[in-house]
Each structure stands twice: as structure tokens, then as C-alpha cells.
């Protein structure tokens, strides 16, 4: 917490002395939980981290609505109104499927040219487009009965898709049930095929550059293709693809393959009318003194 996803990145990439560095998904400062970096020729399948489904944890204030739309912000409005566990629970569903989001003010998202966070912070006006998003799960997780109601806070947990603001959910979520209110607590704990069992706190991996080898602890490229549908060519194959050159398959398959040799990947590519073309390739067979391939 309080660490930005750039600090975080750059941080990894320097313990482990990588030549380039990403990540899959900005994590709020306010946030905790998992943040997928990628370090090397593992960069050129982030995209395809970031398009995953993500999974949260996150707790909703009310009676307090903030120009943020989190604990960080000033205090915009109040109410005396707190929803009851029933209320909660019938709204619910209607925050389930795509569904049509005004991101927050304090947001990353640019409006000609410049971010939205640093027009709100100079006072300027923000004028952001509404948005569809896709939510398949939206779950109430430790109801505190009192009387029916929950106090001050709820905590739920959400399986939601790419451009999903959870600050915005929990604003409007308030909305709905006659109150305000805002994001008072955060945790991703999933991005795609990762999820915190395998995540490594940055301290830790501090003490362990200097114990074992990158391969022991960090995760390799094939973790984010998993879903992805596999092709495997040979060596003389593998070499023609890294030269950018197509190879004829079959013309019943259609669209984006993982393409591996030996077991390990080779490349990204497109199949349509019968030809496998390379869309990124990795360059993993060229050996580097001072740069590693993970995630």
C-alpha cells in the first residue's frame, strides 16, 4: 500500500537487473494484492494478462461520499442512511453482466492529451465518457448484522473484466441503495492465471536475488498462455517463424495460437487461410547476461 504500480515495476526491475520491465493492470496506491510483472521477452505477453478476468476484494464506507471515490479524497457529501443486509443482497444482482460505469474523476484515463487525475487535482473540469464494463460475480462477504443493517461498512468480492474502476462500483452500488458512499478498502487477488498463492511481497523477493537462481522463484512465460490454444512445430519451423516467415497448417484452425517447440515458446501468432504467422516472437534462445525472461 501506498506504492505506485511504476514504483513497484521499477523496483523488481532493478533487484533483478532486467533490461526492460511491465505489468498487467495498474493497482491503485490505496490497493493491495497481486501485481503481475513481467521482466524481459515476458513483456510481449502481458497484453494477454491484462485482458483476464481479475478478482477483488474491496470494502465499501457509507454514508460518506469523497471526489475521489476512495479513503483518499475530500469529503463531498453525507448521509445518514445505511442499507440493510436484504436491500444489499436484491441489489446485487443488478450490478451483475455488462453493465455501464462513469469512471471516477481521479483516474489515469486522458482527455485530449492530458490525465484525468491531474486535470481534477488543477480543479479543472472532467467530462469522462460512460463506459460498458463486465462483472460475472459480485458477492456481499461478511455481513455484520445489527438491527438489519451494517453500520458503517460491507465487504464484498468481485470477478470483473478489463476497465473495471471498483471505486466507481462502490460509489454507485451506494447510489442505488438511497445513500453515498465510497472505496474505503482494496485487494486484487487475481489477475488472468495468476493469484495471490503465487504472488512473492517485495521484501521477500529482496532476500531471495541473493539465494537462488530467477528460475526458482519466478513463474515462466508459458503461465500467461495457458488458455491460450497450442501449436507445436519443430526446431527448422521454430527458426523460420523467428525470421517472420509463415508456415502452411491446417485450414480448419482460425486465430491466435501459442507456438512452442520442444516445450518451450516460440511465439504468438495468427492463423487464417491455411498460413501461421508470427506475431511476437521470443527471442528466448539468445542467451543474455543481464536480462531475464519471467513473470
Known amino acids: 500500500m501506498g506504492l505506485t504500480s511504476t514504483q513497484a515495476v521499477g523496483r523488481v526491475r532493478r533487484l533483478l537487473n532486467a533490461a526492460k520491465a511491465g505489468h498487467a493492470g495498474t493497482l491503485d496506491p490505496l490497493a493491495t494484492g497481486l501485481l503481475p510483472i513481467a521482466l524481459g521477452e515476458a513483456t510481449k505477453v502481458m497484453p494477454y494478462a491484462v485482458e483476464g478476468q481479475k478478482t477483488y476484494q474491496f470494502t465499501v464506507k457509507w454514508g460518506e461520499a469523497r471526489n475521489t471515490d ?13 442499507p440493510s443486509m436484504e436491500s444489499i443482497r436484491a441489489a446485487l444482482p443488478l450490478f451483475i453482466g455488462d453493465i455501464v460505469q462513469l469512471p471516477p474523476p481521479f483516474s489515469a484515463l486522458k482527455i485530449k492529451g492530458k490525465r484525468a487525475y491531474d486535470l481534477a487535482r488543477a480543479g479543472q473540469p472532467v467530462n469522462l465518457k460512460p463506459r460498458t464494463v463486465t462483472i460475472s460475480r459480485l458477492e456481499l462477504v461478511s455481513p455484520r448484522i445489527g438491527e438489519n443493517t451494517f453500520g458503517e461498512h460491507a465487504e ?18 451506494a447510489r442505488h441503495l438511497g445513500t453515498c458512499g465510497h472505496l474505503s478498502a482494496l485487494r486484487r487477488t487475481r489477475v488472468g ?6 504472488a512473492i511481497c517485495l521484501d521477500k523477493l529482496e532476500a531471495m536475488v541473493h539465494s537462488a537462481p530467477p528460475h526458482a522463484y519466478l513463474l515462466p512465460i508459458a503461465t ?30 482460425q486465430g491466435t495460437v501459442y507456438v512452442k517447440a520442444d516445450g518451450q515458446p516460440v511465439a504468438l501468432a495468427r492463423i487464417a487461410d491455411g498460413e501461421l504467422r508470427p506475431v511476437r516472437v521470443f527471442n528466448l534462445a539468445i542467451e543474455r547476461r543481464n536480462d531475464v525472461d519471467y513473470c
Open 70 to 82: 476512495d479513503a483518499e479524497g475530500s469529503v463531498i457529501e453525507t448521509s445518514d442512511h445505511r
Open 156 to 173: 464484498f468480492e468481485v470477478d470483473c473484466g478489463k476497465g473495471t474502476y471498483i471505486r466507481a462500483l462502490a460509489r454507485d452500488l
Open 193 to 198: 492465471a495468476f493469484n495471490e498463492k503465487q
Open 224 to 253: 500467461v498462455l495457458d488458455d491460450i490454444p497450442a501449436v507445436a512445430v519443430t526446431g527448422a519451423e521454430a527458426a523460420r517463424l523467428r525470421f517472420g516467415q509463415a508456415l502452411r497448417v491446417p485450414s480448419s484452425k
